[in-house]
Nanobody
Framework: QVQLVESGGGLVQPGGSLRLSCAAS????????MRWYRQAPGKQREYVAV???????NYADSVKGRFTISRDNGKNTVVLQMNSLKPEDTAVYYC???????????WGQGTQVTVSS
């Protein structure tokens, strides 16, 4: 059974940092591109960052320079390091596992990030 489990969310003050982790099981992790998405209440889910099977990374403009995505294939884990957090970063953060030309994605259950004073 495929399972993605996010962790590391919580409450943080503006300017603070959080480190989100997503642990994958039931897939050959190394052959999946891994992405982070987020969704705030009343808003559409939006793309945050990607790290490909080859280790290439890309970021949404809204988080570029503040967030860093990384992966550890030995631990089947993808990490999103979030620095200089802003209130507008408040959302449920989801990780996904994706392959080229596949018609579906695997999703985690999400972890809540709240940035507030």
């Amino acid at each position: 059974q495929v399972q993605l489990v996010e962790s590391g969310g919580g409450l943080v003050q503006p300017g603070g940092s959080l480190r989100l982790s997503c642990a994958a099981s039931g897939i050959i992790f190394s052959i999946y591109h891994m992405r982070w998405y987020r969704q705030a209440p009343g808003k559409q889910r939006e793309y945050v960052a990607v790290i490909t099977t080859g280790g290439n990374t890309n970021y949404a403009d809204s988080v570029k320079g503040r967030f860093t995505i990384s992966r550890d294939n030995g631990k089947n884990t993808v990490v999103l390091q979030m620095n200089s957090l802003k209130p507008e970063d408040t959302a449920v953060y989801y990780c996904s596992a994706e392959r080229d030309h596949l018609g579906y994605k695997y999703w985690g259950q999400g972890t809540q990030v709240t940035v507030s004073s």
